[in-house]
């Protein structure tokens, strides 16, 4: 065998036309959820439970025990607080009024028959009170307004057609005094360029007349021509 291998006819070339290898994509975000972990399994797929090693919690540095000035009470034992019954002596309290209750002389018990026996039912007529009923202001009927059921205006209720009778009118009936209409001298005569084709129309005005001057400019008298003198560089002379 010789030292080149030979590979076939194929060599590198540009393609012919776009590839999936030549494009950019957004990688592996699109891909299928994974069937391994925790989080984000494929739920088509069997999920075997996962287990976490949590982080070691911070030590509570707390006292396990009283320190050398905590004093134990002289009740408190390993048991708890002592149960012997301990008493205390108050003074007497001065503002506490006397019980006053009444005694055996206060009861009545022969008056209680009705009361604890059977008897027969009794009534008992008193005067009329005409205090209480004359304090009690109670409205009268002409007190309340009632809405009105006529005319086109009721809440809640359907009128019928209503109709109004107006006074008789005077204009262009046999009422009117036709003596108190304008005569034709009451209407002015219409401009007939108003509704026509108006001609032109020139106005005539007083002759213009040239403008005056009141201002002292001298006369033929004070100008002196043979005093004039000429020089080469004037325009006077030919």
């Not at 994509?25 to 299928?32: D, I, S």
């Not at 059921?149 to 809440?155: C, D, F, K, S, T």
Request: net charge positive; proline share 14%.
């Amino acid at each position: 065998m010789g030292s080149e291998v030979w590979v076939g006819t194929w060599r590198p070339h540009r393609p012919r036309g776009p590839i999936e290898a030549l494009i950019r994509g957004p990688g592996p975000k699109y891909k299928l959820p994974p069937n391994t972990g925790y989080i984000l399994h494929d739920p088509s797929r069997p999920r075997a439970p996962a287990f976490s090693f949590g982080s070691r919690r911070p030590l509570q540095h707390t006292s396990c025990g009283p320190g050398p000035s905590h004093l134990i009470p002289a009740r408190m034992t390993v048991r708890g607080t002592d149960g012997t019954p301990a008493f205390s002596i108050y003074g007497r309290l001065s503002h506490t009024a006397p019980f006053r209750t009444p005694g055996p002389g206060r009861y009545y018990p022969e008056l209680t028959g009705s009361a604890i026996y059977p008897s027969a039912p009794r009534h008992t007529i008193a005067s009329r009170n005409w205090g209480i009923v004359s304090k009690q202001q109670t409205p009268g009927p002409g007190s309340y307004t009632v809405p009105s059921l006529l005319g086109p205006r009721v809440i809640g209720k359907v009128s019928a057609p209503t109709y109004s009778i107006n006074g008789r009118n005077a204009v262009d009936s046999f009422f009117e005094d036709l003596s108190k209409t304008p005569g034709p001298s009451a209407y002015h005569v219409v401009n007939p360029g108003i509704y026509k084709t108006r001609a032109p129309q020139f106005t005539m005005r007083a002759r213009t007349s040239a403008p005056q001057d009141s201002t002292q400019n001298p006369g033929p008298a004070a100008y002196s021509v043979d005093e004039v003198v000429w020089s080469p560089g004037s325009r006077g002379g030919g």
